[in-house]
Every structure is written in structure tokens, then in C-alpha cells.
């Protein structure tokens, strides 16, 4: 079943995730997405992707990124791309919300990821940032090491400190996925400012 117009939200960041192009269904495991945030939304941490790389487009709203040791405000019709293995956190600003179509290559573990842990917000079962406890957490770093690692400790330090902890989590019953939350009983029709972003393969346009 394709996940193409399944919509995500997390109550507790003020995301919500309108998937694009399934990575399941693309050869090359590409994943877009329409993210809108509400004011006052952001991501849960800031982050690593050591194998995958990120696009972003800015349809509405104005949003704030960090991308290594550069900060920047980004609005409508403006663009950013993040190397695999960089560091990056991103926020909304003022007072409109937020619409942006972003793009992972590849995306279909990370998709898994981001899914569970806005299950994870969903049930209440994250501090109020949307961060999960840490014995979750660890489960999940462990397993997707080279999908997302938080931005501190240190990659080296928290592999080692996650490599411990996870089978703890483990054998308390916690998974590094979910399968309840990384599908969508809500499905909506795609806006269409947001799929004449991408191209014929299912990606953003505008990057070489």
C-alpha cells in the first residue's frame, strides 16, 4: 500500500508531515514530504543524518536552520540542502506557520524513525521537547546509527553509551520502530503547490 498522502502530526513539536513520494516505492529510497509547522513548532533536537542527505524549500512562513556552524532564516521560494554527516537543527518563526517540502535521500529508514517518534509524541511517552525516555532513545539510536544520532554526546561516546543501554530497552519491551506508527489511517490529497515542487522522479527540484 503506498504511503503517498498519509499525513503524521506530532502535538508536541507542532509538525505535521503530508508524505510525497514513498521511499518504499522509489528505487532510490527517496522520501518528500509536506512539513508544516505550526508558530512556535520546531524539530525535537538537534541532529546528524550520517547517511542520508536533506533538502529543504521554503513555501510559506519563514524558518530558521542551522546547517553546521552557519545560521540562517530562510522564507518563501528559498532553499537549503544538508550533507549527510552535518550537523542541524531547524525552527519556525513569527507568527504564520510554516510550509516546507523536504526531501531525504535515502529515506526509508529515516521515514521509520521520524514516524515512531511522533508516535512516541503522541502517546505521551517524550519530555516536552518531544525527545523520547532515554532507554528509548538508545534503542532507537542503536538501530538507525546511521539514520539519526543526536547532535551531543559525541557520535563516538553516544554509539558507545547506546550500545549498552539498548538491550536493556530491549528486554523491557521497547523497539527502535513501531509498527502502529509508521503508517497513517489518515489520508489526505496532496496540496498541489507542494507536488509541482518536485520533478517526474519524485524529487525536489532546483538541486544539482
Not at 91 to 98: D, K, L, N, V
Not at 135 to 153: A, G, H, R, T
Request: charged residues 25%; aromatic residues 6%; glycine residues 10%.
Amino acid at each position: 500500500m503506498t504511503r503517498v498522502g498519509q499525513a503524521f502530526d506530532n502535538p508536541v513539536t507542532g509538525e505535521r508531515v503530508v508524505v510525497l513520494t514513498d521511499p518504499f516505492e522509489h528505487p532510490d529510497r527517496v522520501l518528500a514530504a509536506h512539513l508544516t509547522v505550526a508558530p512556535g513548532g520546531r524539530v525535537a533536537m538537534a541532529h546528524i543524518h550520517p547517511a542520508v542527505r536533506e533538502r529543504f524549500h521554503v513555501l510559506g512562513g519563514q524558518v530558521g536552520f542551522l546547517v553546521g556552524d552557519e545560521e540562517v532564516t530562510l522564507g518563501p521560494g528559498e532553499s537549503a540542502e544538508v550533507p549527510a554527516g552535518v550537523v542541524h537543527d531547524w525552527w519556525q518563526i513569527g507568527e504564520e506557520e510554516a510550509s516546507v517540502v523536504v526531501e531525504a535521500t535515502p529515506g526509508d529508514r529515516l521515514s521509520e524513525f521520524i514516524t515512531s517518534i511522533f508516535g512516541l509524541c503522541r502517546d505521551g511517552k517524550v519530555n516536552e521537547d518531544g525527545v523520547p525516555r532515554l532507554l528509548q532513545i538508545m534503542v532507537m539510536v542503536n538501530e538507525y546509527s546511521d539514520e539519526m544520532i543526536l547532535s551531543s554526546p559525541p557520535p563516538a561516546i553516544q554509539k558507545t553509551i547506546a550500545a549498552m543501554l539498548a538491550p536493556i530497552g530491549r528486554l523491557r519491551g521497547l523497539k527502535p520502530s513501531y509498527p502502529e506508527y509508521t503508517t497513517s489511517t489518515e489520508t489526505v490529497e496532496p496540496a498541489p503547490e507542494a507536488l509541482a515542487l518536485l520533478d517526474e522522479d519524485g524529487r525536489l527540484k532546483g538541486f544539482a
